[in-house]
């Protein structure tokens, strides 16, 4: 079945190191998201990919980075730097040309920073 | 952007109609209206869009008022599978920035009571 995967479902880090979440999806989608959800609150955007070996900053980019070497993949690092990691990170894909958007969501990853 | 306002929460019976409001007084001509929907410990799933005229779909309505500065997601016959939190959210077109993010506020917590 074509979807998005995120793996591991949970994900249990001590304070100071660097962790990849990852993101792949085949749905033959060009553009990608990383999404940041804290308690209570809506998504927030950390960056997105249009097409391969690109990709922009979303509203919280500080302390994260992505890479975008191939289509189907799009695996965000939560750096050191990154203040309050703990939260829940939900990636998403859309058809890039089509002109009506609908974006589809992964099932997420709950990181928990200690 | 354009943002919209919803309430944080609202209740139903299982097997009546709801009725979720949406208010975006400040969306612009080439905005369209999205309707997401987030149950817990899940990833957003699309539910519906319109761009000036009510459309229907499997999952629900939304009617869209004549100036468009609101709208109402119809869910037909509340199910407590229904419970969850849905978000109201304007996308622009593929030619504006917006087009590529989709803007999540806190949404409506909707509670079906049994």
């Known amino acids: 079945d074509g979807g998005i995967t995120q793996s591991p479902k949970y994900l249990f880090r001590k304070e100071g190191q660097n962790v990849t979440l990852s993101c792949e999806q085949n749905l033959n989608h060009d553009a990608m998201y990383w999404y940041r959800q804290d308690p209570g609150q809506g998504l927030r955007l950390i960056y997105y990919s249009q097409i391969v070996n690109d990709f922009q900053k979303g509203d919280i980019a500080e302390g994260y980075s992505v890479s975008r070497e191939k289509k189907e993949s799009f695996p965000l690092t939560v750096t050191s730097a990154q203040k309050n990691p703990t939260a829940f990170y939900l990636c998403a894909s859309s058809i890039w040309d089509r002109g009506i958007y609908e974006q589809y969501f992964g099932p997420g990853t709950r990181l928990t920073v200690t | 952007d354009a943002k919209t306002t919803q309430p944080n929460s609202m209740e139903s019976n299982e097997e009546e109609p709801v009725h979720l409001p949406c208010n975006h007084s400040t969306i612009s001509g080439t905005d369209y209206i999205h309707w997401y929907r987030q149950l817990p410990s899940q990833g957003p799933e699309y539910v519906i869009h319109?761009?000036?005229s009510n459309v229907n779909n499997r999952m629900a309505s939304l009617a869209i008022a004549e100036d468009r500065k609101s709208s109402t997601l119809i869910l037909h016959r509340a199910t407590l599978r229904d419970a969850a939190v849905y978000y109201c959210i304007l996308r622009g077109d593929r030619y504006s920035g917006s087009a590529r993010q989709l803007t999540f506020g806190s949404g409506t917590q909707l509670t079906v009571l049994p």
């Open positions: 319109g761009l000036t």
